[in-house]
């Protein structure tokens, strides 16, 4: 009766062993950018309203970080209180419309919607 239980013992310690290994992710890691010079001439910025957002952090500061993230994107700032995004742009890099996309994408392209780019 011992054996049995020692050799159940085994079993079990040995399956939760085998289950609880790291599995391996197909995660798709972020390709470096190359940041280019900006010229002063070439700056731009567009003001841009936000309907969707329902918090500060988990909303305002995700669209930011998107927005910055983008090529050309010197500065973005999204005020939660006025819902507008405020952002520095390269023209020869991006515009309104191409930032539009990166905020309507973010957060699976259903949550937030953007209203008079200006």
Request: a negative charge; one cysteine or more.
């Amino acid at each position: 009766m011992k054996n049995i239980k020692k050799f159940v013992f085994v079993a079990l310690i040995t399956i939760f062993a085998v289950s609880c290994k790291d599995e391996a992710t197909n995660e798709v890691k972020d390709v470096p950018t190359v940041k280019t010079e900006i010229l002063a001439e070439n700056l731009e910025t567009a003001n841009m309203s936000i309907e969707g957002m329902t918090c500060e952090v988990g909303c305002a500061k995700l669209i930011e970080g998107k927005l910055i993230g983008a090529n050309g994107v010197t500065e973005a700032k999204v005020d939660f209180e006025t819902k507008i995004a405020t952002v520095t742009f390269d023209k020869t890099q991006q515009n309104i419309a191409s930032l539009t996309k990166v905020v309507e994408k973010t957060g699976g392209g259903e949550l937030y919607k953007v209203v008079d780019p200006k």
